[in-house]
């Protein structure tokens, strides 16, 4: 609002302004303070001092040169036009007349139109404020008249604090927790907390017994699935099926709305999302308390897990719209969550490897289901397990201990890692397809596979692809280079061979090799994911 302080301070005061923003957002209530502003005895002002006569008389309502305006009730052009021959005549104690006119979209197409005259043409004593909820709705002919406020939603902290206040000014005792319910309730509305807060006291006779806690408010109002919403959150990233199972039966035995249960699990997800990219943004959703939890449990979740919770859960909340059962599509989702080892797919089967990956570069945390410090070490993917055994003494190993860390491959110094690459993967393709459109199907299939040398080895399902990936290789690496910042080499390579672009093989599979897909050939590449990749393809 500095620009209306200004304004105010300055004396240039404009003759209409729009004031737009969610319900409950202060718009209302900001236009009536900049009445006084405008016709305070020591104004123009921004801080009107509400002691003299013409702020005490726009305070209880009996201005006669501040009108307020209902235009949901008033939006016809007859209205509008006993509107208009009001403000041709001069105000009669006060230094402007102004018009506050709420719900200003649910003026009629005549009715704008007629008003419209007005805003052209407005005489000098005239203010005009317009609040609304919904200023797209409006002609653009009115909004380029006026000057235009956006009103945001208000943060749950600052809600809780200004409750807070109003409680103890009112003798309400009421716990912490409680206010945080109404709050989140109120999505951002002051004026809906508000009117809870008072719903809440009388329910509870404002808490002369006892303070009101969160049960209170929930007897009060009913159950918007949040809780459950936060228990089955935590119980799947637990990886505890039986209790995130008994949270959907104890949410459904309550009455809770499954749809809503979905989104409210979406949103808990969204929140560990948030608190792992920028912790900070977590400030005006929720609670101090709760954005502490986020945070903890964020820190304890890998990336790639929440992001996998958040895709299933969207696609439960998509497939109950169409199968007409909620809860079954929610079960579906939580039990391929929790058994994502057991799921066959290649999402399930990526968002492995992007574990493991985290897990090997010290970037994430073990989740915190997990197994004593004495327990061996993570057994690998079961598509590894599946290899044949004899495969194994192919490429002998040093023997692993149970406390032995996953190091990852060497890099070069100043070089980016192999993981880097990958992140950027989906960027570098997309350079590529920008200055060679016909490319876009050879690399929709192709992986990252290794990074040594300043050379990227880039796999290819077969041999077609990599003729022609390689005949455009100067694009990829030049798509390499404005995206690393840094130049590399690439090599493209089909089953176990590499050609480096400019050179010769880099690698060609000897007569004592192991065959390519083995455990071993994978161990060769120093990539899970490329040895997956050929599993499934060979499946």
């Known amino acids: 609002m500095r620009t209306l302080r200004s304004a105010l301070s300055s004396g240039r005061l404009a003759h209409a302004y729009l004031f737009s923003g969610p319900r409950g957002s202060g718009k209302t209530s900001a236009a009536k303070i900049l009445a006084r502003c405008i016709e305070c005895l020591s104004g123009p002002t921004p801080d009107p001092d509400n002691t003299c006569e013409n702020c005490l008389a726009i305070l209880s309502g009996t201005a006669l040169d501040v009108q307020e305006i209902d235009a949901a009730s008033n939006r016809g052009i007859d209205e509008i036009r006993a509107l208009r021959d009001s403000v041709k005549f001069a105000p009669a104690a006060m230094r402007y007349k102004v018009f506050v006119i709420d719900e200003a979209?649910?003026?009629?197409?005549?009715?704008?139109?007629?008003?419209?005259?007005?805003?052209?043409?407005?005489?000098?004593?005239?203010?005009?404020?317009?609040?609304?909820?919904?200023?797209?709705?409006?002609?653009?002919?009115?909004?380029?008249?006026?000057?235009?406020?956006?009103?945001?939603?208000?943060?749950?902290?600052?809600?809780?604090?200004?409750?807070?206040?109003?409680?103890?000014?009112?003798?309400?005792?009421?716990e912490r927790e409680a206010l945080a319910a109404i709050a989140y309730r109120a999505d951002g509305g002051l004026r809906d907390a508000l009117t809870m807060l008072e719903q809440v006291a009388a329910f509870a006779g404002n808490g002369l017994t006892a303070p009101i806690g969160a049960e209170t408010v929930e007897e009060a109002f009913g159950t918007t699935g949040r809780a459950f919403a936060r228990s089955l959150a935590g119980a799947i990233l637990a990886g505890d099926a039986p209790g995130a199972l008994r949270a959907v039966d104890e949410a459904s035995d309550a009455g809770t709305d499954m749809h809503g249960l979905i989104r409210a699990t979406i949103g808990e997800y969204r929140h560990l999302l948030v608190a792992r990219l920028d912790p900070e943004l977590l400030s005006r959703d929720l609670a101090p308390e709760d954005a502490a939890h986020a945070r903890r449990l964020a820190e304890a979740t890998p990336q790639a897990k929440i992001v996998r919770g958040l895709r299933l859960l969207a696609e439960a909340l998509a497939g109950s719209r169409l199968s007409g059962n909620p809860r079954l599509e929610l079960e579906t989702a939580v039990l391929r969550l929790v058994a994502q080892a057991d799921d066959p797919t290649l999402d399930a089967l990526a968002a492995r490897v992007a574990e493991l990956e985290e897990r090997s570069t010290g970037t994430a945390p073990p989740p915190a289901a997990k197994a004593p410090a004495a327990s061996k070490a993570p057994s690998p993917p079961p598509a590894v397990k599946a290899a044949p055994a004899a495969a194994a003494t192919a490429s002998p190993a040093p023997a692993a201990t149970d406390a032995a860390p996953i190091e990852?491959?060497?890099?070069?110094?100043?070089?980016?890692?192999?993981?880097?690459?990958?992140?950027?993967?989906?960027?570098?393709?997309?350079?590529?397809?920008?200055?060679?459109?016909?490319?876009?199907?050879?690399?929709?299939?192709?992986?990252?596979?290794?990074?040594?040398?300043?050379?990227?080895?880039?796999?290819?399902?077969?041999?077609?692809?990599?003729?022609?990936?390689?005949?455009?290789?100067?694009?990829?690496?030049?798509?390499?280079?404005?995206?690393?910042?840094?130049?590399?080499?690439?090599?493209?390579?089909?089953?176990?061979?590499?050609?480096?672009?400019?050179?010769?093989?880099?690698?060609?599979?000897?007569?004592?090799?192991?065959?390519?897909?083995?455990?071993?050939?994978a161990d060769d590449e120093s990539d899970l994911m490329a040895y997956a990749r050929k599993r499934l393809n060979s499946e």
């Open 408 to 521: 990852p491959p060497p890099t070069e110094p100043g070089a980016p890692s192999l993981q880097q690459i990958r992140s950027l993967w989906d960027q570098i393709r997309t350079r590529v397809y920008e200055e060679k459109a016909s490319l876009r199907a050879p690399l929709s299939r192709a992986t990252v596979d290794a990074f040594e040398n300043g050379v990227v080895t880039i796999g290819l399902v077969d041999e077609i692809n990599e003729s022609l990936v390689r005949e455009k290789a100067s694009v990829l690496e030049a798509a390499l280079a404005d995206v690393l910042r840094t130049k590399l080499r690439v090599a493209v390579r089909s089953g176990a061979r590499a050609r480096v672009h400019g050179g010769t093989s880099a690698h060609r599979a000897a007569p004592n090799d192991p065959p390519a897909g083995s455990p071993a050939s």
């Open 105 to 174: 979209h649910m003026l009629t197409r005549e009715g704008a139109n007629a008003f419209l005259k007005t805003l052209e043409e407005p005489p000098p004593h005239a203010v005009f404020i317009l609040a609304t909820t919904a200023p797209e709705a409006l002609p653009p002919t009115i909004l380029s008249r006026c000057q235009r406020y956006a009103f945001r939603r208000i943060a749950i902290p600052t809600m809780i604090e200004r409750m807070t206040e109003i409680a103890a000014a009112e003798g309400i005792r009421i």
